[in-house]
Structure formats: C-alpha cells, structure tokens
T-cell receptor, first 114, second 114 residues
Framework: SQQGEEDPQALSIQEGENATMNCSYK?????LQWYRQNSGRGLVHLIL?????REKHSGRLRVTLDTSKKSSSLLITASRAADTASYFC??????????????FGKGTLLTVNP | GAVVSQHPSRVICKSGTSVKIECRSL??????MFWYRQFPKQSLMLMAT?????????EQGVEKDKFLINHASLTLSTLTVTSAHPEDSSFYIC??????????FGAGTRLSVL
C-alpha cells in the first residue's frame, strides 16, 4: 500500500518566511491531499491535487505533484504564527479504483516564530 | 458546511469498561466514515472503514471484536472500545467522506484508560 512520508519532520521559521514541506509515496494514486492539524485537534483539509494535475494554488498555499518521482510539495508563503501546526500529506486510491481510503504520512511539525 | 462532530472530546475510564465514541456529519450525509487512531506525535493509522447499512471493514491487525463499529444512519457512526485496557489509551479521530472525495474530520477523542 502507498505510504506518504514527509520531510522535514520538523521545520522552524520566522514569520513572513516561506515554508516548504515535501511528501513522497510509493505506489500509484488517484489524488494526494494535504491536511493540517493543530495540537490535540482534528484535521483540516487544505488542498487536493489529482494525479493528472501538476500544480494547484489556494490562497497562500501552493501544492505541486510529480507522479514520475512520486512526490509532492506544499509551500506556504508569507507564513504567520497562526500557521504553526502539523501538516500531513495523504494519498488516496491507485490501480483498481478508489475506496476513498487515505494513507497518511508521518507529518511535518511547522513552527512559525513571531 | 461539511462539519463533523465527534463526542466526547475526552474520556477517562477504568480498565475493563467499554467506551462509546460518536461521530456525526452535521450538514451532509456520509455513507462512508473512517476511524483512525493516533499516538502522540505520530501519524494517523486507519483502523476501519464504516459503511452505512453494512459491516465495517477493518484494517489488518485491528480486532473487530475489540473495536465495535456501528453505522446506523447516514449521519452517525459509533466506535465502541470494549473492555478497555491502558494500552487502548490513545487519540481516536473519525472522518466522513464528503463532496469531492474530501474527508472531513471530527475534533478527536482522547481516551485515557486507568
């Protein structure tokens, strides 16, 4: 089964800087999603990119997908202290169709210092 | 829209008791819901897929008799941890599959078994 793995595991930056997180996976996918989790809370969906898409934007977020390298990146521009959270990539589907199951990576803990 | 309510947010119980956790989709119907378990500073591990009107599908290594899942309606799935033991202490999170194949997550339940 596919498995997302993010790097770095932890990232600490200053407010206003950009933050880039990477995710790699192992098998074919239907789509890849990025989620955010504040400490001890549920996950919030950020963005979904389909396997036939290469780049997607949403506000200060930019996601890229390279299916040949089985990797994705999440860029947060002009970071704010409120962006401090854990960020997870999750892959869905693959050959044989989708059952909507997501496989999550280990996450990147982003700390934005004011 | 697309709000998922999970209750309770925290529960402390004695070893040997059973605990029920509810997951409700408040403004949409979800034929499929998911239950995850998350250990501190770790990723989400899918436990089972909850299907409305049929039996849940459990992931390998998850005891179905230990973690009972009931998806009685299109807006409610419940997870019952039976005869809980300290090793069952964890953060349990549910999600409901919504429009666009996006999963919407509850806020999670922190279970502490004494």
């Amino acid at each position: 089964s596919q498995q997302g793995e993010e790097d770095p595991q932890a990232l600490s930056i200053q407010e206003g800087e950009n933050a880039t997180m990477n995710c790699s996976y192992k098998t074919s996918i239907n789509n890849l999603q990025w989620y955010r989790q504040n400490s001890g809370r549920g996950l919030v969906h950020l963005i979904l990119i389909r396997s036939n898409e290469r780049e997607k934007h949403s506000g200060r977020l930019r996601v890229t997908l390279d299916t040949s390298k089985k990797s994705s990146s999440l860029l947060i521009t002009a970071s704010r202290a409120a962006d401090t959270a854990s960020y997870f990539c999750a892959t869905e589907g693959g050959s044989g169709g989708s059952n909507y199951k997501l496989t999550f990576g280990k996450g990147t803990l982003l700390t934005v210092n004011p | 829209g697309a709000v998922v309510s999970q209750h309770p947010s925290r529960v402390i119980c004695k070893s040997g008791t059973s605990v029920k956790i509810e997951c409700r989709s408040l403004d949409f119907q979800a034929t499929t819901m998911f239950w995850y378990r998350q250990f501190p500073k770790q990723s989400l591990m899918l436990m089972a897929t909850s299907n409305e009107g049929s039996k849940a599908t459990y992931e390998q290594g998850v005891e179905k008799d230990k973690f009972l899942i009931n998806h009685a309606s299109l807006t409610l799935s419940t997870l019952t941890v039976t005869s809980a033991h300290p090793e069952d202490s964890s953060f349990y999170i549910c999600s409901a599959n919504g429009q666009g194949n996006i999963q919407y997550f509850g806020a999670g339940t922190r279970l502490s078994v004494l």
